[in-house]
């Protein structure tokens, strides 16, 4: 199984290049993560952000590799805790098959891609900033994978 976090933006601060890298080759070959990045479209004084988000919507829609478990994450998604994250990793992972992770820009993600997923899920109620979304996710995988290991990294 893998997980593929798609996501929009594909010019992150070297911090959040080094954070995602750092969690993401922790995780085994058994539930590998995988960075696919959507251009996020060129936002400015006079820029059509409706059209902006459709287009990303659409790349992001077109990125989701065929066959697997959709999760969008969303505000207004349901919260889970760590332990329960574990227990959704296990299932997915028992499922064999792939999971694609949408996360997307500035304004969010549209309609028909809070439809296309199966799942929404809110990492916090607190807005986050875009890029820490990608780092916070990838530690928190890691997370529950070493729960499920017994791996002393989660510690109760």
Do not use: F
Request: aromatic share 6%.
């Amino acid at each position: 199984m893998h997980i593929h976090l798609i996501a929009v933006g594909d010019k992150m601060p070297r911090w959040v290049q080094d954070g995602y890298r750092e969690y993401a080759k922790r995780l085994p070959p058994e539930c590998a993560l995988n960075l696919i990045e959507i251009a996020a479209g060129k936002r400015g004084k006079n820029a059509d952000v409706a059209r902006i988000l459709r287009d990303e919507s659409r790349r992001l829609l077109a990125a989701i590799p065929k066959g697997a478990t959709v999760v969008a994450l969303e505000v207004g998604g349901r919260s889970w805790s760590t332990e329960q994250l574990a227990e959704k990793l296990e299932h997915w992972m028992g499922s064999g098959q792939d999971v694609a992770l949408l996360v997307g820009g500035p304004e969010g993600l549209t309609d028909d891609v809070r439809s296309a997923a199966g799942q929404l899920w809110s990492l916090s109620a607190l807005t986050l900033p875009h890029p820490l979304v990608r780092v916070v996710l990838a530690e928190q995988l890691y997370r529950a994978w070493s729960i499920l290991r017994n791996h002393p990294y989660h510690r109760d």
